[in-house]
């Protein structure tokens, strides 16, 4: 099973919205609800900032959005802060007992 | 407060077995639906999903190293151990464990993380 596709970067200024895309095929991300994505500062462990495609855990702010559109999850950083800027990765469920993760997205806030 | 934290040797050498220890505390791995996961990180590449078990001793593999690794787990001590046969160079990452709250099987998220642990492989 491939790594799910990611663009590498993305950017946006403070205060703007900003998309991240995560590219599967039917077998994962079009196939369940079953899309997480991570954030992840340099030198830090991954944090949880969406779950089951759109649900948001508690203590994430609501600046913070999931959707996903045929075999297509996104990220959506609304009202961005200088403290977003960090690596973004999807993880979806694939079928068969297997998991797997995006390649990375590194937000940079302009 | 939920917390876990990795444990294990950073250098092994080439072939040798790895054998990491995840310590956890603010939550019990006999609660239905409860699982935690190992999730390594080469150096500035992306996450890579390796083993997950759950509280009913259940276990899942990453298929392109199922043959090498085993997940298991002490629940009397709060401990998940993972074991990776046949080491190499490119299994050179940070190992991170993670709690998996809840849901459906197929629903696999994880919150929180430990901080990881680097291990190089190198002879």
């Known amino acids: 099973q491939s790594a799910l596709t990611q663009p590498p970067s993305a950017s946006g200024s403070p205060g703007q919205s900003v998309t991240i895309s995560c590219t599967g095929t039917?077998?994962?991300?079009?196939?369940?609800?079953?899309v997480s994505w991570y954030q992840q500062h340099p030198g830090k462990a991954p944090k949880l900032m969406i779950y089951?495609?759109?649900k948001r855990p508690s203590g994430v702010p609501d600046r913070f959005s999931g959707s996903k559109s045929g075999n297509t999850a996104s990220l959506t950083v609304s009202g961005l802060q200088a403290e977003d800027e960090a690596d973004y990765y999807c993880?979806?469920?694939?079928?068969?007992?297997?998991?797997?993760f995006g390649g990375g997205t590194k937000l940079t806030v302009l | 407060q939920i917390t876990l934290k990795e444990s294990g040797p950073t250098l092994v050498k080439p072939t040798q077995t790895l054998t990491l220890t995840c310590t956890f505390s603010g939550f019990s791995l006999t609660t239905s639906g409860v699982g935690v996961a190992w999730i390594r990180q080469p150096p500035g590449k992306a996450l890579e999903w390796l083993a997950l078990i759950y509280w009913d001793d259940d276990k899942r593999y990453s298929p392109s190293l199922k043959s090498r690794l085993t997940i298991t787990k002490d629940t009397s001590k709060n401990q998940v151990v993972l074991t990776m046969t046949n080491m190499d160079p490119v299994d050179t990452a940070t190992y991170y464990c993670?709690?998996?709250?809840?849901?459906?099987?197929?629903?696999?998220?994880?919150?929180?993380w430990g901080q990881g642990t680097l291990v190089t492989v190198s002879s």
């Open positions: 993670a709690h998996r709250p809840w849901g459906a099987k197929a629903s696999n998220w994880f919150d929180p």
């Open positions: 993880n979806s469920y694939a079928g068969s007992n297997n998991l797997i």
């Open positions: 039917s077998s994962d991300v079009g196939g369940y609800n079953y």
């Open positions: 089951e495609v759109s």
